[in-house]
């Protein structure tokens, strides 16, 4: 059984850091892409950045320049870094995976793309 767990949120102050970390158990995600997205309440889920199994990289407008992603094959492990946190990045944030694509530069950027999530960990920035 596949599971993907996050850990790492929490309620920080805007401009603080937060690093989050998600662990994958049941299969290896080496070959697949990994991402986060996030849900705010009342909004749709989002995409954050994704990364593909050869690094290659995608990051949605909003945070580019502030939160960094990362992965750790031989640990089945995506990471998200995220500096200068502001209240609109307050949401639940999603670790997934995705093995529907054998590819080292696939990447999807939308959520239906994805076929495994985390139950995610929320991430409160006060003002």
């Known amino acids: 059984q596949v599971q993907l767990v996050e850990s790492g949120g929490g309620l920080v102050q805007a401009g603080d850091s937060l690093r989050l970390s998600c662990a994958a158990s049941?299969?290896?995600?080496?070959?697949?892409?990994m991402g986060w997205f996030r849900q705010a309440p009342g909004k749709e889920r989002e995409i954050v950045a994704v990364?593909?199994?050869?690094?290659?990289?995608n990051y949605a407008d909003s945070v580019k320049g502030r939160f960094t992603i990362s992965r750790v094959n031989a640990k089945n492990m995506v990471y998200l870094q995220m500096n200068t946190l502001k209240p609109e990045d307050t949401a639940v944030y999603y670790c997934?995976?995705?093995?529907?694509?054998?590819?080292?530069?696939?990447?999807?950027?939308?959520?239906?793309?994805?076929?495994?999530w985390g139950q995610g960990t929320q991430v409160t920035v006060s003002s």
């Open positions: 049941g299969r290896s995600f080496s070959s697949y892409p």
């Open positions: 997934t995976a995705s093995d529907r694509r054998y590819s080292y530069t696939w990447r999807p950027l939308s959520a239906p793309d994805y076929n495994y």
């Open positions: 990364i593909s199994s050869g690094g290659m990289l």
